[in-house]
């Protein structure tokens, strides 16, 4: 159990900012925004409180481009991703660190959208209130060098796997 790992981002806001979308020089898209959450709760005395969290989300290729053409500052977005941490040089020359979430999928929740988006761009008529967008993006990361180092569990070799009571792992036919 010690090789297994999560990381596993859900949130659901309003974008602070209308997204940005870029290319870099391989030709890959990249669309960058911000996501507010509230959460809000009544002290003890009585007294409501708000409190707002901002998350910086970044998402690659086909997924990147359908942000940049569904996505607007205001709009409610139900999204999943991954957290991620880096670090960088700014431009006065200090050591900057940033978190950020490489988004996976995301699901639109407000009435002024009501067509559901195929990921080649189609309308489609809507099944529900929010429009959701179903892509894979992990399947297209393999090709990208993000410059984030990725530190990978290395798999145990035949001789290292544990096996049961119930047989080898030989007799398995995959």
Partial sequence: MANKSLNRVVLMGNLT????????????????????????????????????????IVAWQKLAELCGKLLAKGRKVYLEGRLVYRSYTGKDGTQKQITEIIMNDFILFDDRYTKRID?????????SQGTEVDYNIDEDLESIDTNIEEVETPVPTKDEKKTDDKGDDDDIPF
């Fill in 17 to 56: 900012r209308d997204p940005e979308l870029k290319y870099i020089p391989s030709g890959t898209a990249v669309c960058t925004f911000g996501l507010a959450t509230n959460r809000t709760w009544t002290t003890g005395t009585g007294e409501t409180k708000e409190e707002v969290q901002f998350h910086r």
């Fill in 119 to 127: 990921e080649n761009g189609q309308a489609a008529p809507a099944q």
